[in-house]
Structures are given as structure tokens and as C-alpha cells.
């Protein structure tokens, strides 16, 4: 291989400053996070706040912990334009647990969940749906409304080819598709959603991109996700959720699986994953710091149009890169794409990418190839130094 030292790119230690020891980690999550709040994280676990007791102490009962809740059920409103009549709920067992959650709670005997299966995530969905309503034998079923298998899930739908059933109770989307990188976008890069039968509403698996830009929560019955990607920490879930759903969801399940009880109690029936909560408060406040989501969504787009520049320069017949998704339907949040030369091609990038302090590029294992997760965190200069280093790579091996 060319040594490094060779090529134009700028150094590692020039890009974060001398000194640091961090990488650009591009990894899907959990991922990176804001420099300024580890610092805060890591002052926090001594003393929180002039207690003299740290964050992973507290307790969960305590007038702190009180103050935290009260502050993040008020951010995560302010910041993300969250209407009144919906809930705000941290719990556990991460986006996958929802796919039993939702139906447990929101799909009442005899009704249909429609599912559109856009991804790896959105297909777990659709089968742990499908395995509920199977054992919970309610008569309820689940109904696949489009499945993109056919072109490895590149594309996403436009309303003309999704079939719902009759009369779903709701309809079930992943608004970012982390694996395969594509992302619903209207023409101007902007949130976009399926057209949902009268009377169905819309969930959505938000866990990859939730936060990245204004959106107009009111739009959906309920939306959720691990924290661990765009809004802090691994350890809890968010759920957005109408409250008239909550009121009208079932109550014949176990306890800890209701939404009414999270929303009476705070979030907290038992101990909570305090930690990770109190990230997602703090994630909150930095993207408030930075501008709020509308800031958020244009330097999202900024930083992901880098990296698929870079790659277009050298992608088409005969070009070195292929991109995954189709154009109209690439992510902001994870960009897919693969050497034409193939897996060991792959992995020179990423050996070389880590040789220049960029980490965590190795695509998921079902897809192979590369993959660049962007989330709020990453900084601007990250991207462009990933963009310098695809152009260089394809100018070195090309
Ligand atoms: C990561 C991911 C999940 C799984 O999240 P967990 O919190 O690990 O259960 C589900 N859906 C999407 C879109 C994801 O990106």
C-alpha cells in the first residue's frame, strides 16, 4: 500500500486538533457523540451538579432525578415541537422490544397492522409483529403492504406501489433504513410520508434518524427508538406517542409492557436506565446549542452531500465506487456504497479510512461494503475528511 504520509489528506491529528486521541467514528450505533458533552458526561459521573454524588448514584426517587425528568420531558417538547397531546416515554429493551410493544398495546382484536418492509429493521418488525399476534391469538393479524426485497432494498415506495389492506388500524414505517442507507425524502431532502388509509395512523421506527431535521410530529400516532444513534446513549427507548392512543391502548397485558403506566409514572414504574436518559437530555441540549433541528437538518444535508459528491466523482459505468441507494431515496444518516472492485477492495478502504484516524466503516455483515452513519454528532470535518479520503483512495487504486 502507498504509505499514508504520501498522500494529500489531511492528518488525523490536524483535523481534531493536536493532541486527541479520537477518531472519527462513523459507526451505525451506538455512535459517536458530542465532544463537548462527554466532558460533561465525564464530570457528571464524579458530581452531579454539586451533590457529591455522581449520575450513576442518584437516586431514582430523589429530587435530581425529579429536576432531570421535569427537564427533558420540557427540552425534548421545546426542541423537537412535540404537540401537547402527546406522551414523551423512556423504557427499555430498545426499538426491537416495540415490535411487540406497539402491537401488544395499539392493535386491537380482529384489527391489521400494516407493515412496510423497506429494510433489515422494518422486516424484524413486520415477523416480531406477526410472532405477537401469533401467540397472543387475538384474531389480529399483520399484513405486508410492500416489501423491497426485489431490488436489495435500494428504493423506497412511492404511494402507488404499496397495497394496505381494508382497513388498517395502523400503518408501521422506518423512516430511515439504517442498513441499506435509504431515507424517506421528498425532492428538497425533506421528511416525507406514505399516504395512509382514513382512519389508520402512522408508526414509525425513528430509531436511526429521529432529531435530524424539523418534522411535524403531529403527523404520526406514535414514533420510537433506541437512543443509542441520534439521541444519546444504549439503555432506553423513546416513544413519542398521541395521548388518546395511550388512553385507548390495551390494558390485558403485562404491566410493564404499557404505555398508560410509563406515562402515569414519569418513565419510571421501576428504576430506570437513568444514565442514558439523562444523555438524551443531554443530547437535547446541544442540538438546541447548535441551532435546533431546523440548523440540525441543513448541516445533515450539507455534511451527507460531501460524502455522495465524493463518491459520484467517481461512480457510474466503469467508476470505482457504487453507491447503494438510489439517488432520490439516499439516507442523510448512513451512506451505503461498495468498491466495483470488490470485498478486498472494501476492505483496503476501510484499513486505510482507520489509518487516517476514520473508524467504524465496515458495512453490516448481511450487506457487506462500506457505510458512513452521519448522525448529529458527526462533525462537518468528519465528513470532509472522509470525502478527501474517497477521492484519494479512488485516485491511488483507480
Ligand atoms: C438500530 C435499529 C433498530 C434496533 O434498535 P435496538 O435499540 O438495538 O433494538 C431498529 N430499527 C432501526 C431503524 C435501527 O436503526
Same mark, same amino acid.
Given at each position: ?48 451538579? %454539586? ?83 401469533? =401467540? ?34 395502523? +400503518? ?62 444504549? %439503555?432506553?427507548?423513546? +416513544? ?98 461498495? =468498491?466495483?472492485? %470488490? ?13 487516517? %484516524? ?24 468528519? =465528513? ?15
Amino acid at each position: 500500500m502507498t504509505p499514508t504520509t504520501a498522500s494529500a489528506l489531511t492528518s488525523q491529528a490536524a483535523a481534531r486538533g493536536s493532541g486527541s486521541t479520537r477518531v472519527y467514528n462513523f459507526g451505525a450505533g451506538p455512535s459517536t457523540l458530542p465532544e463537548e458533552m462527554i466532558r460533561q458526561i465525564q464530570s457528571d459521573i464524579y458530581d452531579y451538579a %454539586g451533590t457529591g454524588m455522581g449520575i450513576l448514584e442518584l437516586s431514582h426517587r430523589g429530587k435530581e432525578y425529579d429536576a432531570i425528568v421535569a427537564e427533558i420531558d420540557r427540552d425534548v417538547r421545546s426542541v423537537g415541537n412535540i404537540p401537547a397531546d402527546y406522551d414523551v416515554l423512556f423504557m427499555t429493551g430498545g426499538a426491537t422490544s416495540q415490535n411487540y410493544i406497539v402491537p401488544a398495546n395499539l392493535l386491537p382484536e380482529g384489527a391489521t397492522a400494516d407493515h412496510i418492509v423497506t429494510g433489515h429493521w422494518a422486516q424484524g418488525s413486520f415477523d416480531d409483529a406477526k410472532q405477537y399476534t401469533s =401467540c397472543h391469538n387475538s384474531g389480529a393479524t399483520v399484513h405486508s403492504a410492500y416489501h423491497g426485497g426485489g431490488d436489495k432494498f435500494a428504493h423506497l415506495p412511492a404511494d402507488s406501489e404499496i397495497c394496505y389492506s381494508k382497513s388498517p388500524a395502523y +400503518v408501521h414505517m422506518t423512516s430511515n433504513n439504517t442498513l441499506y442507507g435509504t431515507q424517506w425524502l421528498d425532492a428538497q431532502g425533506r421528511t416525507r410520508l406514505p399516504n395512509v388509509p382514513a382512519g389508520a395512523f402512522l408508526v414509525s421506527d425513528g430509531c436511526s434518524d429521529f432529531f435530524w431535521d424539523e418534522m411535524d410530529v403531529s403527523k404520526f400516532g406514535l414514533i420510537y427508538g433506541g437512543a443509542q444513534k441520534n439521541m444519546g446513549t444504549a %439503555g432506553t427507548t423513546f +416513544v413519542i406517542v398521541r395521548k388518546d392512543l395511550v388512553a385507548r391502548a390495551s390494558k390485558a397485558i403485562p404491566r410493564m409492557l404499557q404505555y398508560g403506566l410509563f406515562s402515569k409514572e414519569e418513565s419510571r414504574p421501576n428504576t430506570p436506565p437513568m444514565f442514558a436518559i439523562y444523555t438524551v437530555g443531554l443530547m437535547v441540549k446541544w442540538v438546541r446549542s447548535q441551532g435546533g433541528l431546523k440548523a440540525m437538518g441543513q448541516r445533515n444535508r450539507m455534511k451527507a452531500g460531501l460524502i455522495y459528491d465524493a463518491l459520484d466523482r467517481h461512480a457510474g459505468t466503469g467508476g470505482f465506487y457504487l453507491p447503494h441507494a438510489a439517488k432520490a431515496d439516499r439516507s442523510m444518516m448512513n451512506i451505503t456504497f461498495k =468498491c466495483a472492485a %470488490g470485498p478486498a477492495m472494501d476492505d483496503a478502504f476501510v484499513a486505510g479510512a482507520r489509518e487516517h %484516524g476514520m473508524d467504524v466503516l465496515k458495512g453490516h455483515r448481511m450487506t457487506g461494503g462500506m457505510r458512513a452513519s452521519t448522525y448529529n454528532a458527526m462533525p462537518v470535518e468528519g =465528513c470532509r475528511a472522509l470525502a478527501e479520503f474517497i477521492d484519494d483512495f479512488a485516485r491511488r487504486k483507480g
